[in-house]
């Protein structure tokens, strides 16, 4: 009977092996690749709860309608929530920008002119989301009441930018509304002079909201 040499033994159980770990490390490349790729988060400058429901959830309302894109600044007039502002409230901001681009800070948009029809889908939204209308008008008005859907405010990302807003807003007029929304600017120009006005504690305690 034929008996296999020890070194070939040794030599066909070391191919075996390396045959072995190679298969091994390829699935492990696999699997790492396809667990990035689901856990991977979407980018998003939005610190507004509304700006986790994204465009593709929003049916058939969407840029048109002032749904933002990731990305937009004040100087996007592509896009209409940005076109659609108030002419002198987009000018300030602009204003503001560019200055604020001195200190390495941009402006980014996560919300602005909004349409009727966009505004009552982010209320039903928010309804569900939190539970109750009465929860819902502390973060969404309605489209009757809304100073996105008149063009005449915007929300600003990201967090340096709101930072650089709160020391020199006031000298553009560009003002907080209300504490619960930091990100939340309108213009007060009457503020240029002094100081911006003290904020409401949500939207429900705005006059303009019991219209």
């Given at each position: 009977?034929?008996?296999i040499p020890p070194l070939a033994r040794t030599t066909s159980r070391r191919i075996r092996w390396l045959l072995?770990?190679?298969l091994t490390v390829v699935i492990a490349a696999i699997t790492a690749t396809l667990v990035h790729q689901v856990a991977k988060p979407s980018s998003s400058s939005a610190a507004s709860?509304?700006?986790?429901?994204?465009?593709e959830d929003r049916g058939a309302l969407g840029e048109a309608d002032g749904a933002v894109p990731d990305g937009v600044t004040v100087f996007d007039d592509?896009?209409?929530?940005?076109?659609?502002?108030?002419?002198?409230?987009l000018r300030t901001l602009r204003q503001a920008a560019t200055d604020?681009?001195?200190?390495?800070v941009e402006f980014y948009v996560?919300?602005?002119?909004r349409s009727r029809e966009y505004q009552e889908q982010l209320l039903r939204e928010a309804v569900s989301k939190y539970g109750s209308e009465e929860e819902a008008a502390r973060w969404v008005a309605t489209a009757e009441t809304s100073p996105h859907v008149s063009g005449d405010a915007v929300d600003i990302g990201h967090s340096d930018a709101a930072a650089w807003l709160s020391e020199h807003g006031a000298e553009y007029g560009l003002?907080?509304?209300y504490r619960?929304?930091?990100w939340h600017y309108e213009l007060r120009t009457d503020a240029i002079d002094g100081r911006c006005p003290r904020m409401y504690a949500d939207p429900t305690q705005d006059p303009r909201m019991q219209q």
């Open positions: 009977m034929n008996r072995f770990v190679g709860p509304l700006n986790t429901l994204r465009i592509a896009i209409p929530a940005v076109a659609n502002l108030d002419p002198d409230l604020a681009a001195d200190d390495g996560n919300s602005g002119w003002c907080p509304i619960n929304e930091p």
